[in-house]
């Protein structure tokens, strides 16, 4: 879906999260929602938080599971996926602690392979996803799924590419202080959501955008393995929809 700006895209995507957690809690079950970082999903949690305030959305009933961490990473680190969740959306709704679960860049080295089957536990014990909010890196990635990821993969330590660091680089004031790893829910992960939306804003997309649609499944551009979803939607913008 094509809209004018990238505005009026993430509205969209914010309402139909709306209706999918008001629908739910209308049935007496919980919504259980996967979640991404990143500039482009900012607007879209800026219209949950006006709902909750404006229109009464409860977010009572609902369960977060994040996509990735950065790994090591603090969760007070301002740069930290955990830092943004909670000023982006967690700590303007009503959502119950214990059911937000975003992956711990503090785990220890030797832990870390048992944490993220625990985490895929987690996902499954709460009857997994309904729904998976997605951005794209520009190598191709989903979450941290970094070219060259399995398209049945599962939560796991994952080295980032330098494409990824450098446009990580700004927020973290130079490449040297971005991490060279993190924590992310696999391809496989992802692709067990009852729905999906990937958007993507702006020019800079573009170009893997159009790899993502109308290229060939391959490792090599991780978001290829949405083609064979369900129940996918791209929500883009002009800029981005540009080489389609
Ligand atoms: C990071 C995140 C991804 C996100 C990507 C794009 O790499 N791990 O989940 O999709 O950035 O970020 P942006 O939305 O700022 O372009």
Redesign the pocket.
């Known amino acids: 879906v094509i809209f004018e700006d990238a505005k009026q895209g993430a509205i969209q995507v914010a309402h139909e999260m709306a209706d999918l957690i008001r629908k739910k809690s209308n049935q007496g079950k919980t919504c259980v929602l996967g979640l991404?970082?990143?500039?482009?999903?900012?607007r879209v949690y800026e219209e949950l938080v006006r709902l909750h305030r404006e229109e009464g959305l409860s977010f009572k009933h609902v369960v977060t599971f994040n996509?990735?961490e950065y790994h090591p990473m603090e969760k007070s680190n301002i740069q930290s996926?955990h830092y943004f969740m909670h000023q982006h959306l967690f700590d303007h709704v009503d959502i119950d602690p214990s059911n937000v679960h975003i992956p711990d860049g503090t785990i220890a080295s030797e832990d870390v392979k048992a944490y993220c089957r625990s985490y895929e536990q987690s996902i499954e014990a709460a009857g997994g996803l309904d729904f998976q909010l997605?951005?794209?890196?520009?190598t191709g990635?989903?979450?941290?799924n970094e070219p060259g990821s399995h398209f049945n993969s599962a939560t796991r330590d994952i080295t980032?590419d330098h494409i990824?660091r450098v446009?990580?680089a700004p927020a973290f004031k130079g490449l040297e202080n971005v991490p060279r790893k993190?924590i992310?829910m696999g391809i496989g992960t992802i692709r067990k959501a009852k729905r999906i939306v990937l958007?993507?804003?702006?020019q800079?997309?573009a170009e893997v955008i159009k790899g993502t649609i109308e290229g060939a499944m391959s490792p090599e551009v991780p978001a290829t393995y949405l083609q064979e979803h369900e129940n996918t939607t791209f929500v883009l913008d002009r800029e981005s929809a540009a080489h389609l």
Do not use: C, E, Q, V
């Open positions: 991404a970082t990143g500039s482009s999903p900012i996509l990735d996926y997605l951005g794209i890196g520009r990635h989903i979450g941290f980032l990824t446009d990580a993190a992310t958007m993507a804003w702006g800079n997309k």
